[in-house]
């Protein structure tokens, strides 16, 4: 059983006009946006202590490296026990799944720096705060900024099954009430709204890396 584009256009409109899908969406954006600015900043610290220092290094990245083993999903029932199931074990998914791809592409770039640039920085009389603030940091944007497009990505699978457990509103729990009434229309909907937020922070990232990474020239895919 599969509805067709009509009939979920049809779903979608009649939420959007009594405001029920309006509701759910700002649930789960408010959500996602919650756990990624915990799970960015967090990810995006530690790659910078453990990038940088030595011995943030070998305090950090083991522990890092263990606890991105871990399924998140599966840390849900003792993030319940922990939380309880109101809004705040939705948030603490979203921020612990989100790190570690902000963690590992950031620590990976800043530890690969181009040697020459690192040296060139200290011909020209760059100390170490220089050659961080100067050389490191913006060699290693590139690497933030894929870890980002995958945090985003990683939000939204993480937020989908979270909000059909113990959830009273969201695009997942709008999913899973669909699902008792074999509203297939709605379920279809809901991919499609994930689909789409996938799509356009996907182009929010882009657009940033366009930004932020004006100065590299690199292949663009002409012929």
């Not at 959500?31 to 950090?60: C, K, N, P, Q």
């Not at 890092?64 to 705040?88: N, S, Y």
């Not at 050659?131 to 870890?147: D, K, M, S, T, Y």
Request: aromatic share 8%.
């Amino acid at each position: 059983m599969l509805a067709t584009p009509g009939a979920v256009f049809s779903a979608g409109w009649e939420l959007t006009r009594t405001g029920e899908l309006t509701d759910h969406l700002l649930a789960s954006l408010t959500r996602v946006a919650s756990g990624l600015a915990l799970g960015v900043t967090a990810g995006l610290v530690i790659a910078v202590v453990a990038g940088l220092f030595r011995l943030g290094d070998e305090l950090l990245d083991s522990t890092m490296q263990v606890l991105r083993a871990l399924p998140v999903l599966g840390l849900l029932p003792l993030v319940i026990i922990w939380f309880g199931v109101g809004e705040t074990p939705k948030i603490a998914l979203v921020a612990f799944g989100t790190a570690f791809p902000v963690y590992v592409n950031t620590y990976a770039a800043i530890r690969g720096v181009d040697h020459k640039l690192v040296e060139s920085g200290r011909t020209v009389g760059l100390g170490r705060l220089g050659l961080v603030r100067h050389v490191i940091l913006p060699g290693a944007v590139p690497g933030f900024l894929v870890g980002l497009r995958f945090a985003l990505t990683g939000a939204w699978l993480i937020m989908i099954i979270a909000e059909q457990l113990n959830a009273t509103n969201g695009i997942g729990y709008l999913m899973n009430q669909a699902q008792s009434w074999y509203r297939t229309d709605i379920i279809v909907l809901g991919l499609l709204i994930y689909g789409l937020l996938g799509l356009g922070a996907d182009g929010l990232v882009r657009l940033l890396e366009r930004r932020l990474l004006a100065w590299r020239r690199g292949f663009d895919g002409g012929a």
